[in-house]
């Protein structure tokens, strides 16, 4: 738990305190629910499971499947509208912005030729996901790519990969610093990176 709010603490200037964090985030609030609907996911009690994902969605604004496997250190920026699917699966330190949709793209009929089948997106490590984002489709979003705000990925994204656009397009490579969408604080520097 320690580990988890001084990651927060470390990704987010607005973050003060661990209380603060804990009483005033979402996501964290999210996280830390999801925690234990997983863990009544994995027992076979899916009512219990579902009920517990439904109050932390009526609570945060955030809806995560009980199901949707989450590495250690994810944290929700925000949070409202962020939806993730049952089959996602999340790496260590991703960060994910608000109205992200980890969603599948399977038509809504035949239903049951689709239990069990992965449905939704794979998200490997320090992977930094921009507001409106929607990544549909078991796609592999490679470690530390970061996917521009409302980017339509529909495709595999290489490792460091900087996704942007309607669909996305891979428009650079980002190293494992922290740069939420993509980007640095220096125009010079971001001018350079995206012309082309």
């Known amino acids: 738990m320690k580990e988890f709010l001084e990651s927060i603490i470390k990704r987010d200037p607005a973050a003060k305190s661990k209380l603060s964090v804990i009483l005033t985030y979402p996501g964290a609030k999210a996280v830390f629910l999801h925690k234990i609907a997983n863990f009544f996911a994995i027992a076979k009690f899916d009512l219990i499971a579902r009920i517990i994902s439904q109050f932390s969605r009526f609570l945060t604004g955030i809806e995560i499947h009980p199901k949707a496997k989450i590495g250690k250190n994810l944290f929700i920026d925000h949070g409202m509208g962020v939806v993730i699917g049952e089959t996602s699966d999340i790496g260590d330190n991703v960060t994910i912005y608000h109205m992200v949709t980890l969603g599948g793209i399977s038509p809504s009929i035949n239903s049951d030729t689709q239990r069990d089948v992965k449905r939704h997106p794979t998200l490997q490590d320090n992977v930094v996901v921009g507001s409106g984002a929607q990544i549909?489709?078991?796609?592999?979003?490679?470690?530390?790519?970061?996917?521009?705000?409302?980017?339509?990925?529909?495709?595999?994204?290489?490792?460091?990969?900087?996704?942007?656009?309607?669909?996305?397009?891979?428009?650079g490579t980002a190293g494992e610093e922290f740069k939420p969408y993509g980007i640095t604080n220096n125009k010079e520097e971001n001018d350079e990176e995206f012309s082309g």
């Open 136 to 171: 549909l489709g078991p796609v592999v979003i490679g470690k530390n790519a970061k996917i521009g705000a409302n980017a339509v990925v529909t495709k595999n994204v290489p490792e460091n990969g900087i996704m942007v656009g309607i669909p996305a397009k891979n428009v």
